[in-house]
């Protein structure tokens, strides 16, 4: 039996030697036969410099400059200076920012028509000599590569590059189409819809209504079954949207965000996504905070439930200002307790609002800390320990 084994082993050496030494042989075949087709067609060695003419080839000034007045002409030689870079990078944010950062005075109204001008004048040009064609496939999604990345860039003026993001969005569905390319079109209409949400200029609830419309629309293809990620992300986010809705029931709009949420809550599992499972749990208490319909004790046990679930993932260590956020929900959570002692309820609000503000300095989040703030001193206003005469005090200092 002991010689059988040994034998055995042997075979299984054997047989691993074999298959690295076949490994081996394959990869310098492989060196061997590509090194040969280069010196064959040295041609191939232009491929890199084949596609830099291809992208300087297409995006070009032609057709458009000669209708812009001669202070915009600039910013048309900018657009088509950081399409260019998109396109060579593949969108790479360390290559567009810092050309971005250098023309922060170019990215303004200005900018938004000549893009819209621009990429009709492309489209159209193209569609009229083949439709659909490569070249317009390229283009449009250089443009959706730009507006991802400005959409994410930190500098500038927020209310007018989110301009842009959207023009940047809305042109590029002129070629992709639900009927051409169904998949980046439901992308496509998803980046929309958080770009509405995130909208600054226009009317707000004209803006919420865009991005309800635009996420249901990028639900009709991105399924559970399909894209149960993806499919969780959009319910999510639809869910913040209907949150803050103004138009329709505001009782009926806030239902509706706590169904998607545990929509979004049977794909994402605290086990297998743990941050996003948090982030729901999160909004969700955020909901029971607002909610009209229900028994308003309950709706705030809930609340308060729902941010130590929360609070199990967003650690302070971990994720600062995550934890910030939650401990400021669960703190406004307390002060308005209906339930449990009323004077603690009242010292749990302002502990938890202390909390907070080791997180949310007035130098590095002066809005949040506000608001913080705000709550404070609301909370002091009417808290029943102490010494009254003091807690006025510092509700006053607090505001």
């Not at 007045?69 to 360390?94: C, H, M, W």
């Not at 567009?96 to 922060?104: G, R, T």
């Not at 909208?199 to 419309?213: D, M, P, T, V, W």
């Not at 302070?316 to 307790?337: C, I, S, V």
Request: one cysteine or more.
């Amino acid at each position: 039996m002991q010689q059988l084994f040994l034998v055995k082993r042997i075979l299984l050496k054997l047989g691993r030697s074999f298959i690295q030494l076949l490994i081996i042989v394959f990869l310098g075949l492989l060196v061997l036969v590509l090194t040969l087709i280069f010196l064959i067609f040295p041609s191939l060695r232009r491929i890199p410099s084949l596609r830099r003419r291809f992208v300087s080839e297409t995006f070009t000034t032609a057709g458009v400059r000669e209708k812009l007045p001669y202070k915009l002409r600039s910013e048309l030689d900018f657009l088509i200076q950081v399409l260019q870079a998109t396109a060579y990078s593949n969108g790479d944010p360390k290559v567009i920012y810092p050309l971005l950062k250098a023309n922060l005075d170019k990215l303004d109204n200005n900018f938004v028509h000549i893009l819209q001008t621009w990429a009709t004048a492309n489209f159209s040009e193209v569609e009229t000599s083949a439709a659909k064609s490569i070249a317009s496939m390229f283009i449009a999604s250089t443009i959706w590569n730009f507006s991802n990345c400005l959409n994410d860039f930190p500098l500038g003026n927020k209310a007018n590059n989110m301009e842009i993001v959207i023009a940047g969005y809305e042109a590029v569905l002129k070629i992709f189409t639900r009927e051409s390319n169904r998949e980046n079109w439901a992308k496509i209409q998803y980046n929309l819809a958080n770009a509405y949400c995130n909208r600054i200029r226009g009317n707000q609830a004209e803006n919420l209504e865009n991005a309800i419309a635009a996420y249901h629309l990028a639900l009709s293809v991105r399924t559970k079954e399909d894209f149960p990620m993806d499919w969780a992300m959009i319910q999510h986010n639809l869910a913040i949207a209907y949150l803050y809705r103004i138009r329709g029931d505001r009782a009926q709009n806030l239902e509706n965000a706590i169904a998607l949420c545990h929509l979004a809550l049977s794909v994402y599992t605290k086990e297998d996504f743990p941050i996003e499972w948090a982030n729901v749990q999160n909004n969700l208490a955020t909901v029971y905070l607002c909610r009209i319909r229900g028994d308003r004790a309950q709706n705030l046990e809930n609340a308060i439930a729902l941010c130590h679930l929360a609070l199990s993932v967003r650690t302070k260590e971990d994720f600062p200002m995550d934890w910030a956020m939650t401990q400021h929900n669960l703190a406004t959570a307390y002060l308005y307790r209906i339930r449990g002692d009323r004077a603690q309820n009242l010292e749990n609000a302002i502990a938890t609002y202390h909390l907070v503000l080791s997180v949310r300095t007035k130098e590095d989040f002066p809005m949040d800390w506000a608001m913080t703030q705000h709550n404070l001193a609301t909370a002091y206003l009417y808290r029943i320990r102490g010494d009254r005469a003091q807690n006025l005090e510092n509700a006053i200092a607090t505001y």
